[in-house]
């Protein structure tokens, strides 16, 4: 070789191929997945159990570690809450809180059993027994009501009679408010020179017809049906006439009785009609007196309207006992036939 020649070295890097990558990001990739899917599922499961389910899955978590029974580890005890196990658990269940104030829970390590504890949720969602209210009970209950009922009317009535601008304005001082044994009881009354009716005659008055007509709809709040009572004085009819104030009386609670229909009361309503001539003058010291004409309208209480349309009668010696009345049997029987004569 020439010794004036130098040697060409070349070099030539070796570029080596990537290496494969590993699997083990796929099996952490699915293990995520799997995690996320399983979380989103209980979240569904927690949403959608019905109450004792929920009471059954917080006793587990409660005490995860309590006996474990039937399939799949199931705690039978729990999952029934009240009801006792049906067969024998070595585990003995754990102790209930006292109901007194500041006693202790032994599965909650003695901790004060407060409003949020399990065991006490699940007391208090046992149901008590109710005890059917008696017949007396439910009576007075009833009457309670319906005499606060009566006494909304009234006062509702009261407020109506001091409006200025009100329909009863004209006859405010003639119209008395009161209670008797049968009911809250309205009576309009005449007054010298402003009579309800025109004279012996069952005719309204414009004015008095409007007042009955404006009352109605106050009266058709309640439920209670009406009594309409007509009174006159004792003034009478001239001797043989066939015309008296029985008559008058009862011709002009009729009278009322229109009226109030076409104010809109319901005629189902109305339970009695009836005339009461002279006999229960308003002032018996003067019985000619204009006040003792009147018309007496009576919202009924539910034993009175019960009294006129039912079928019981009042033993006569017990309306003398002390004022108290008792119902007849709703089956009368007949007297034993006398033994027939030899």
Do not use: C
């Amino acid at each position: 070789m020439n010794q004036g020649m130098q040697p060409i070295i070349i070099k030539k890097k070796k570029v080596a191929g990537h290496a494969a990558h590993g699997g083990a990001w796929k099996v952490a990739f699915a293990d995520f997945v799997t995690a996320m899917m399983a979380f989103f599922l209980l979240m569904w499961l927690l949403a959608t159990p019905t109450p004792s389910q929920q009471k059954a899955i917080a006793g587990y978590f409660n005490d995860p570690g309590g006996s474990l029974v039937g399939p799949g580890g199931a705690n039978a005890g729990m999952i029934q809450m009240d009801h006792p196990l049906s067969q024998d658990s070595p585990a003995t269940p754990p102790p209930i809180a006292p109901a007194e104030p500041g006693g202790e829970n032994m599965q909650n390590k003695g901790e004060e059993a407060g409003a949020d504890s399990p065991i006490n949720f699940q007391l208090q969602a046992v149901p008590q027994p109710e005890t059917e209210p008696a017949p007396d009970e439910i009576k007075n209950k009833y009457e309670k009501l319906e005499q606060e009922s009566l006494e909304a009317l009234k006062q509702e009535l009261q407020e109506e009679l001091e409006k200025i601008d009100s329909v009863f304005g004209e006859l405010k001082d003639q119209i008395l408010i009161d209670y008797t044994a049968l009911g809250l009881r309205i009576q309009i009354v005449d007054k010298e020179q402003r009579p309800m009716f025109d004279l012996g005659s069952s005719r309204l008055k414009p004015y008095s017809g409007d007042v009955l007509k404006a009352l109605s709809p106050l009266l058709d709040v309640v439920p209670n049906h009406l009594s309409i009572t007509g009174h006159t004085d004792a003034t009478s009819y001239g001797a043989g006439a066939l015309y008296s104030n029985w008559e008058l009386s009862a011709d002009r609670a009729n009278s009322a009785r229109r009226a109030l229909i076409d104010g809109g009361y319901p005629d189902s309503k109305i339970l009695t009609v009836q005339g009461m001539g002279s006999a229960a003058p308003y002032k018996p010291e003067d019985p000619t007196a204009p006040i003792n004409r009147r018309i007496a309208i009576i919202v009924l209480k539910k034993s009175v309207q019960e009294a006129l349309i039912g079928h019981k009668g009042v033993e006569s010696d017990k309306v003398l006992e002390n004022g108290i009345l008792s119902p007849l049997p709703d089956t009368l029987t007949e007297p034993a036939p006398a033994p027939a004569q030899p």
